[in-house]
């Protein structure tokens, strides 16, 4: 899929310039062989000076930062570092959950490749997130997450420590979500086999609020994308 690196610009300045990352794109271009591309690469097409401030994961899509200078880039780097950054995102999760300001703190230590974390209360690393409940289905939650540390898979981890995992995110105990399991009547065509409703871990970038270089706070916000747009008007449709 070609992405049009300006469709995706959702705020710029002359010192930042934030995008919707689409979901199944790095952020930066991958250690291995080049695999499809990064935000980064086409970022710097755009604008050979950008610097990416934070990452998502591949799979995750939303609002994603880069700095235009040196001095844009240490002040946000300064500000998630003091955590003056609120980061918003969206995930649905398995279960019925009811979260009100519900905090997980819980220290995660990755594992030797790199690619999977676990919670380890005497080697792992300081790690918090908030969760508020937005909208309860029918089996399914549509969950917002704050994190207020920023380790790989934190989100992903910590809603599987509440028994909410993220569906369609196999790592961390979440099952695909079909159509079928929220139409009461469902029919499938002869010999076909049915789709999930999204095929990537159901967590999306939502918001990012930080200060400008003058000081003045800005929150942008990133619409979902098509994958998680669908699902969560099928959820509202079918699964109230």
Known sequence: MKINFKDIILFEDDDFLLVNKPPHLATLDER?????????????????????AH????ETSGVLAF?????????LAMQFEHRQV?????????????????????????????TV???????????ETIFNTLQVYRGYTLVECIP???????????LSCLKAPI???PQYGGEPIFLSSLKRKFNLKKDT???????????HARSLSFALMNGDPIRVEAPYPKDFDVLVKQLNKFGM
Do not use: F, W
């Not at 974390?117 to 790690?127: F, H, L, P, T």
């Open 32 to 52: 291995t062989a080049d695999r499809g591309g990064s935000v980064l690469r086409l970022a710097k097409e755009y604008n050979p000076e950008l610097q990416a």
């Open 55 to 58: 990452r998502l994961d591949k």
């Open 67 to 75: 700095a235009k200078n040196p001095a844009a880039y240490r002040h």
């Open 86 to 114: 609120t980061k918003r995102y969206h995930a649905v999760a398995t279960g019925i959950h009811n979260l009100d300001s519900i905090s997980v703190y819980l220290p995660i230590l990755p594992l030797k490749n790199g």
């Open 117 to 127: 974390v676990k919670i380890d209360r005497a080697a792992g690393k300081e790690a």
């Open 148 to 158: 207020i540390t920023g380790r790989m898979h934190q989100i992903r981890i910590h």
């Open 167 to 169: 569906v369609c995110d």
């Open 193 to 203: 086999e049915e789709q999930p409703l999204i095929q990537r871990v159901a967590l």
